[in-house]
Every structure is written in structure tokens, then in C-alpha cells.
DNA sequence: CCATATACCTGGCAGC
DNA sequence: TGCTGCCAGGTATATG
């Protein structure tokens, strides 16, 4: 089973466990295999903490504890679970999470994921994680007037400007290539070339793919499971995501594959203009 | 400061 | 079957 954690599946993932996990103790911390940054405390100190609430910045879930925080991200491959504790840890299992409430659980293969500690969300360590991200695209945050406005400072391809997460976060590879099919935009085209009106068309398919794919449960192209283990409904079909040579949904023109930044993009050439 | 490349790590898959 | 090479959802950091 893959999971792909962009901002949907992270949300999902949130909604699944937040409110089982809020006002549960903290019984033990074990760790892994590292993770991609250390903890950054002794996992000892953090049991008898109260587990307060679940939000998410990005693709971070923030874990408010009683004193402190912790930052956990899923990286490329990460999944959560949460349920009854006694399971045996897996190879990849890289992060137990015990509470008197259950097992919250990362499974990480790639281990690009990690969780971190934090006093704080102002404090150092948080804002080097936290700190340059942009706006939550389904806040009201994200207005389309400014979010214009800034694609006219940033003379990269749009592809790339949404990938960095510095305007608006969450937007990864999958719904990046998707929100600009929707746009009728290029990939390509540098984001200070875009007009008003494109602008404002881009902001409404971010937000309209997004928000689809919070609401059918997170899974769009490939499995996916909640921290209950529950898959989504599997409802929202790419129109371009990995579909190079196949036929536009619109107007049958062969999908286009192209790699920026070292990463693949997907576009089509007949209803996406430069 | 800006834009692009690199690094982290494992597993799945196509091709031979 | 087993090997090899390539590809994969993210993002801080290094480099030009």
C-alpha cells in the first residue's frame, strides 16, 4: 500500500486521531531508526505530558502538549496509525507514541519523515521548520488579490513557486500538476508572467483540489489510509498526474511529462497555455 | 537575494 | 529467479 502525503492525506490523517488523542497522557516515547532530524530532547521528559490538540501548518502536524510541542511530518512514505498499544513495532515502524488513550504510531520506509520537539511554535527550533511557510491555501488567509500580487515578484516557473511552499503551502508534486491543469496554465510559465485573472483562476483550482480531496477522504491516485486505517474513496481521478501519453480528459491531446527541479510534471499541451 | 542542484532512504517495478 | 537501473508523494541545505 502507497501513501501520499500532501496536504489532504495530512489532514486527513488528522482528522482521523486528533480528537481520540486529545487529553490523553503520554506513557512512552520510543524512537526507531532515525528519522531525518533528531528529536532534539530526551524522550523520557516528555512522558506524563498531556496531550492538548492536533493542528496542521503545512504538511506538519503540530502536537501541543500540556508543556512543549511536537512537530511530526510524514516525509515522502510516512503513515500514521493510532489504536490499541501491544502491537509489535515493524521495520518501519519509527516512532511509538504511547498514551493511556493508545499507540500513535509512524511507519516511515524512507524515514524522510520526522518529529521534533519544540518549548514552543516561536521558539528557534520551530521556526526553522515552520517559520518561511506561506499561507494555508483552504484558510481565509488565502486571498486571491495578493496571492496575484506575489506571483508577480517571483520569476520561476509556477510549477516550481508552488512546490517551495513560500506563498501558499501544502500544493505538492501530485496536486501542484493538477491545480494547473485546472488553471489552464503551463508548468513552465514563469509565475511573474501570470496575469490577474489567471492568478485568481489558479487560486480558485488550488483551493477547489484541495478541498475535494480533504472532503473524499484524501486519496486521489494511489491507496491511502487514514491513522484508523480507513482508505479514502478513491473519487477524484488525476486528469494529468503520471498519465504521460494517455489522452486529455478534455480534448484527447497526449499528456505531456517534463522534470523541473528533479521532479516529474504533467501537463497538457492543447488546454495548459504558457 | 534568486534559481537550481543535492542529499537523505527504502522499495517497487521494468528490463534484461 | 535475480540482478541493475530508475523512479517515487518532501524539503533543508549547498552551490552557482
Redesign the pocket.
Known amino acids: 500500500m502507497?501513501?501520499?502525503?500532501?496536504?489532504p492525506?495530512v489532514e486527513v490523517t488528522r482528522l482521523s486521531f486528533a480528537s481520540a488523542i486529545a487529553g490523553a497522557s503520554i506513557v512512552a516515547l520510543r524512537l526507531g531508526?532515525?528519522l531525518?532530524?533528531p528529536l532534539g530532547c530526551d524522550p523520557g521528559m516528555l512522558t506524563g505530558r498531556q496531550v492538548l490538540q492536533v493542528r496542521r501548518r503545512?504538511?506538519?502536524l503540530l502536537i501541543d502538549l500540556s508543556k512543549g510541542m511536537l512537530m511530526l511530518?510524514?516525509?515522502?512514505?510516512g503513515s500514521l496509525s493510532f489504536g490499541p498499544a501491544g502491537l509489535a513495532a515493524g521495520?518501519?515502524d519509527h516512532v511509538d507514541l504511547l498514551t493511556d488513550r493508545g499507540l500513535l504510531r509512524l511507519h516511515d520506509?524512507?524515514?524522510?519523515g520526522a518529529l521534533v520537539y519544540a518549548d514552543n511554535e516561536n521558539d528557534a527550533v520551530a521556526q526553522?521548520?515552520?517559520g518561511?511557510?506561506g499561507v494555508e491555501p483552504l484558510s481565509d488567509g488565502f486571498d486571491p488579490a495578493l496571492f496575484a500580487k506575489d506571483l508577480k515578484?517571483?520569476?520561476?516557473?509556477i510549477k516550481?513557486?508552488l512546490?517551495?511552499?513560500e506563498l501558499v503551502?501544502?500544493?505538492?508534486?501530485?496536486?501542484?500538476s493538477e491545480a494547473l491543469f485546472l488553471a489552464g496554465i503551463r508548468p513552465t510559465t514563469?509565475?511573474?508572467r501570470i496575469s490577474k485573472p489567471r492568478a485568481f483562476k489558479l487560486h480558485g483550482a488550488i483551493r477547489d483540489v484541495l478541498a475535494r480531496a480533504v472532503a473524499q477522504g484524501g486519496?486521489?491516485?494511489?491507496?491511502?489510509s487514514n491513522a484508523q486505517g480507513q482508505n479514502g474513496y478513491f473519487q477524484l481521478q488525476a486528469n494529468v498526474?503520471?498519465r504521460a501519453g494517455q489522452p486529455c480528459r478534455v480534448c484527447n491531446a497526449p499528456i505531456k511529462?517534463l522534470?523541473?527541479?528533479?521532479?516529474?510534471t504533467f501537463y497538457c499541451p492543447v488546454c495548459q497555455k504558457p
Open positions: 502507497r501513501r501520499m502525503p500532501e496536504l492525506e531508526q532515525p531525518r532530524w503545512g504538511k506538519y511530518h510524514l516525509g515522502m512514505s521495520k518501519h520506509p524512507r524515514r524522510f526553522k521548520l515552520l518561511h511557510l515578484k517571483k520569476n520561476a516557473p516550481q513557486v512546490l517551495a511552499g503551502v501544502g500544493v505538492g508534486n501530485i496536486y501542484a514563469r509565475a511573474s486519496s486521489t491516485l494511489r491507496d491511502f498526474y503520471d511529462r522534470v523541473q527541479g528533479q521532479r516529474s
